[in-house]
């Protein structure tokens, strides 16, 4: 394995956005689920603002509002409003989510929840507070919760698991992927609903899907016997192309898939072509930066810097040897982020929802991070998602530029609102 790149640690503290937003794809991937988090106004605001529900449409997540003085005897209303979810929603989980509040003043409520489960609904506990994790990691809790429900497996044959929340659509392209490799599957870890939890034991191969997942993954490893896979994250044809094949070793099978690749890399390349020589600043807070900046690496992209809140050696580490030319940067200090970035003049960063806007208000291309983790990005069958995420701001940028357009609307910038062209078909 090439060198592993030197990693600089600028703070000791992560700018990041809260755990809580992980709500917003975690209860639409479990949809037996219902996520009560205790929390005040303000995550009822944040998570209003950025998950945009309406009253309406019934969302299975609600925020238990509570100040200071509720916490010494939240039991009652929590039981209150745990038998009115109950009633209204039928979940076959809960999952209590602990915000800020009551993790500055020590409430427990670990013991709470468990006081508050029955045999028929679990009541399951989830620190998720925006001091600790960033709000990619909160997913990372949810399934170290979900743990001791999944069953253990006692096959004396390997079978894969994947880990890690992904639509329909995604989880189907796994598992018919895996179907033409001949490699069997237990199921996905979170499964779509309660009763499909895969079974874990000795002789299951954890597929990691994501980046963020280091913890439950070591404790898959610890407590289940589990083997993770060590790998590139499937993530552009560079990485899907390893993952398949590091996971068909793990069976004994040795597969070239060089040809696939090739073959996606062909599909994608006017965007490729778009993306070459690009300087590209990675700012983000979403965990998955270093396995972006290594996809925009093999698009052609010089990566001036990629800055991460975490950095784990022994999870990242195929990662990270591809990147032995690239500054990396751990919990970065954000004022001195913004002086490199001024410095640099890169020609698009990756920013996280705080500092994206500001920059687009500097004339700085930039695109908010966070929708990278609620888009389909993953395997073969969501590599053009993933490029396009990258190409799409330039590509408006490019078509203000063409109109003499000096003042820069964030929302083009950033890919969420429609072009004049498209607004008008
Ligand atoms: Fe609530 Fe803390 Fe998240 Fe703010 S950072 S929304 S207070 S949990």
Redesign the pocket.
């Known amino acids: 394995m090439a060198r592993k790149p030197e990693i600089i640690r600028e703070h000791n503290l992560h700018h990041s956005f809260?755990?809580?937003v992980s709500v917003g794809w975690l209860y639409q991937k479990i949809k037996d689920s219902f996520f009560l988090i205790l929390?005040?106004h303000?995550?009822a605001h944040?998570l209003q603002n950025t998950l945009g529900v309406m009253i309406f449409a019934r969302p299975r997540f609600a925020v238990a509002l509570m100040e200071e003085a509720d916490l010494s005897s939240a039991q009652p209303a929590l039981e209150a409003q745990i038998e009115a979810i109950r009633r209204e929603h039928h979940p076959s989980v809960i999952f209590l989510l602990s915000?800020?509040?009551p993790e500055v003043i020590k409430v427990e409520f670990e013991g709470l929840a468990q006081s508050l489960s029955r045999p028929d609904l679990p009541v399951l506990f989830v620190p998720?507070?925006?001091?600790d994790y960033t709000f990619s990691q909160a997913e990372d809790s949810v399934l170290q919760a979900l743990l001791p429900l999944c069953p253990v497996s006692e096959r004396d044959t390997p079978e894969i698991v994947f880990l890690g929340s992904v639509n329909d659509t995604i989880a189907d392209d796994f598992a018919h992927e895996a179907a033409c490799l001949g490699l069997p599957v237990a199921g996905f870890l979170p499964s779509n609903h309660m009763r499909d939890l895969p079974a874990i034991g000795p002789n299951t191969i954890i597929a990691p899907l994501h980046p963020y997942l280091a913890r439950v993954a070591n404790l898959l490893q610890q407590e289940r016997g589990a083997t993770v896979l060590s790998s590139l994250f499937p993530l552009g044809p560079d990485g899907t192309r390893m993952f398949w094949e590091d996971l068909a070793r793990a069976f004994g099978q040795t597969i070239d898939l060089a040809d696939r690749e090739a073959a996606a890399w062909e599909r994608l390349k006017t965007h490729t072509s778009l993306l070459k020589g690009k300087r590209i600043f990675l700012a983000s807070d979403t965990l998955m930066e270093i396995p972006l900046a290594r996809f925009l690496q093999a698009c052609g992209c010089e990566i001036v810097e990629c800055s991460t809140p975490y950095v784990n050696r022994r999870f990242h580490a195929h990662e990270l040897s591809r990147l032995e030319e690239v500054r990396l940067v751990e919990q970065p200090d954000l004022h001195h982020q913004l002086e490199r970035i001024d410095e640099i003049k890169p020609d698009l960063v990756i920013a996280n929802i705080m500092s994206t806007n500001p920059l687009i208000g500097h004339g700085v291309l930039a695109k908010w991070s966070m929708e990278v983790a609620f888009m389909p990005i993953h395997g073969w069958a969501g590599s053009h998602t993933l490029i396009s995420m990258f190409t799409l701001p330039m590509q408006r940028h490019a078509q203000l530029n063409a109109r003499g357009t000096t003042v820069m609307d964030p929302l083009w910038t950033t890919g969420l609102m429609p072009s004049q062209q498209e607004h008008s078909a």
């Open positions: 809260c755990g809580l929390g005040t303000t995550c944040l915000s800020c509040t998720a507070s925006g001091l």
